[in-house]
């Protein structure tokens, strides 16, 4: 036929908006790439050979209009009407819609093909979404029919947009909802943590129906990015859970332990009486998280997959953020173009993990911001480490490290190996309190390819860790008797910023003892009691009591998994192009203003702040 074509510029996508129901027509032909035949091909329902034909410029091999009519949805991103080339109709331009006009009406001269606009005229009824007598879901987005005497449609811009539903003006909660339409995807599901305002969005009504989400993708497996899962499960969500091996496996371990903390939360609220809600129930149980578990999709490093089962076009790849063991950046491409969800960044030259991946390009940009106004200290080679241990020693006390117990617990010992090992520190038994911290280092180390090269352990056992005097914790009655023991030595046990875990039991007891040292090697969240005592407090609340602090507080920041400012700036120095819009997420105030103003100024980037349940639209054109 004299063609006249009408597609969608994200061709990947036409599949799912031919399929729609309650759709409306519109002529398809054209010359095309070969790339994009088996995607039109399939769109139509033909095969490809009549597909060809549909397309051939001979016109012995025209198909009549009607073969070629298409379905497409109301959600049209952007339709391009091509003419031919050949001479027989009209000019030899595409016709692009503005984007930046919500409506367009797009005229299709009925001289240029008059088969066509009768056609369509034929169908006026069927176009017209109110003749149908259905409401569209989303809204009457496209409208068909006559008009100054030439056929039109009237067609909607498609919009994806990205909802912050978590740290967003915080560090914790990491949830961001990609809207595509017809679908939508959950990167990160994360707990919040720390204050109580934050704490309490953990228990409010889900902004969306989690049933309507199709897909979630996890960038690692701490727990302010995945630790709300279980309840999104709970709560009906019933798609894939697309995340590394490595932060799969970490899964396995982190989320049953969350579930474990929250349902022994609810019962000692109950059995203590200092929860306002009788009886306390937890967040979600065991069940609930090992539901979540049968959910994960386990995909490897760099092998970008699709999402959404049958939905072509919509792919996520994973690569190595150097965060935690299967940290990831989740770069999702829609089509052509690409949105890079940087989850937690990791730092350069660090033990145990590799550098964070470069990446030089994204259309969008997701970065976290938590060190965003900081440099960490510089690497004294364990210099701070040594002298706090010696101290501990010298005072004949006890040095409790509260730590992550995936992730942070790796490098505590390393650097307290390479300490004995250089005789830098009296050997003090090392109590490893943590059950899910031995756990994870036997992943660790049974993923040694995905460590840093220089520091890969010679064995896979997970004793190449360990001090001299390393002594794993497990029951808790053992861990009972090493609290209530005033032996002088190292404890590490979980969590990092003493929200819950066995650390607790050791700070209530070492807290109100001067010749005790407390160290935090990770951030500590506004509200956590590891700020709280950061911050200097002199007494702390710890299951429901408040518990004098005479104990020494100490921070070491260079161990931290998260970039500071200057290694943010690095990463991002690796950009070929800019972004078109970078969003600064997981951060709060002030490091977020500071690496806003960074960025801008020193790279001229967009950039933006993220706030809480705000909904942005995406420029992908
Ligand atoms: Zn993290």
Redesign the pocket.
């Known amino acids: 036929m004299d063609g006249l074509v009408a597609l969608s510029q994200h061709l990947s996508q036409l599949p799912r908006m031919l399929d729609r129901a309650g759709s409306t027509h519109a002529l398809v032909t054209a010359e095309h790439n070969q790339r994009r035949k088996p995607i039109l091909a399939g769109a139509f329902g033909v095969r490809q050979t009549v597909f060809q034909r549909m397309l051939c410029r001979e016109k012995r091999h025209d198909a009549r209009p009607r073969h070629i009519l298409a379905k497409i949805s109301h959600e049209v991103a952007q339709v391009i009407f091509f003419l031919r080339t050949d001479g027989a109709v009209g000019e030899k331009h595409e016709r692009v819609l503005p984007r930046q006009t919500p409506d367009c009406v797009v005229r299709v001269d009925p001289r240029v093909h008059t088969l066509a606009g009768g056609e369509l005229g034929a169908r006026g009824s069927q176009l017209c979404c109110e003749h149908r007598g259905t409401r569209p879901e989303r809204g009457e987005k496209i409208r068909g029919g006559h008009r100054d005497g030439a056929f039109t449609i009237q067609c909607t811009t498609v919009t994806t947009s990205l909802t912050f539903l978590g740290a967003a003006g915080s560090v914790t909660g990491s949830k961001h909802l990609l809207d595509l339409g017809d679908h939508r995807i959950l990167v990160d599901c994360g707990l919040f943590q720390g204050l109580k305002e934050l704490r309490l969005r953990n228990w409010a009504a889900f902004p969306i129906d989690p049933s309507r989400i199709d897909a979630v993708i996890l960038t ?1 497996a ?1 727990l ?2 995945c630790g709300y899962l279980p309840r999104l499960v709970g709560q009906g969500f019933r798609g894939r859970v697309f995340c590394t091996p490595g932060t799969r496996d970490l899964c396995t371990l982190v989320l049953p332990d969350s579930a474990r903390i929250q349902e022994e939360d609810a019962r000692q609220a109950n059995k203590h009486r200092y929860s306002k809600h009788v009886p306390a129930e937890p967040l979600y149980t065991a069940i609930d998280a090992a539901r979540a578990l049968d959910r994960l999709q386990p995909v490897g490093y760099n092998r970008p997959v699709p999402v959404i089962p049958g939905v072509p076009g919509i792919e996520v790849e994973f690569i190595n953020a150097g ?2 063991l299967g ?1 990831a950046y989740a770069r999702v491409r829609i089509g052509d173009k690409s949105i890079l969800f940087g989850g ?1 960044l990791g730092r350069y030259g660090r033990p145990v993990l590799p550098d964070p991946t470069p990446v030089t390009e994204a259309d969008i940009l997701l970065v976290e911001s938590t060190y965003g106004d900081r440099l960490h200290e510089r690497d004294d080679d364990g210099e701070r480490l040594a002298r706090i241990v010696t101290d501990v020693a010298v005072r004949g006390g006890r040095l409790i490290v509260p730590s992550f117990a995936i992730g942070r617990v790796e490098e505590v010992l390393y650097w307290l190996k390479r300490l004995e090992d250089q005789r830098r520190i009296p050997v003090l038994p090392v109590y490893l309190d943590s059950p899910m911290a031995l756990a994870a280092l036997q992943l660790y180390t049974g993923r040694i390819a995905e460590l840093d090269e220089e520091v890969r352990p010679a064995s896979r056992l997970v004793t190449a860790f360990y001090t001299s005097r390393t002594v794993t914790i497990a029951s808790v009655q053992q861990s009972k008797d090493l609290v209530t023991s005033r032996e002088p030595a190292i404890v590490i046990a979980s969590s990092g910023m003493a929200t819950g875990g066995r650390v607790l039991h050791h700070l209530d007891a070492a807290l109100p003892d001067p010749r005790n040292t407390v160290l935090f090697v990770g951030f500590q969240a506004a509200g956590t009691r590891g700020r709280v005592l950061c911050d200097g407090a002199k007494q702390v609340k710890m299951h429901g009591q408040f518990v004098p602090v005479a104990a020494r507080i100490e921070k070491i920041d260079s161990m931290s ?1 998260h970039a500071d400012a200057g290694e943010i700036m690095r990463w991002l120095s690796g950009f070929v192009r800019p972004p078109s819009m970078t969003y600064l997420v997981h951060g709060e105030d002030g490091p977020l203003q500071a690496l806003a103003g960074r960025i801008a100024s020193e790279r001229q980037w967009p950039v933006h702040i993220a706030k809480y349940l705000e909904r942005v639209e995406l420029n992908l054109s």
Do not use: G, I, K
């Open positions: 690692h701490h302010d990015h965060h935690l940290s937690d998994a």
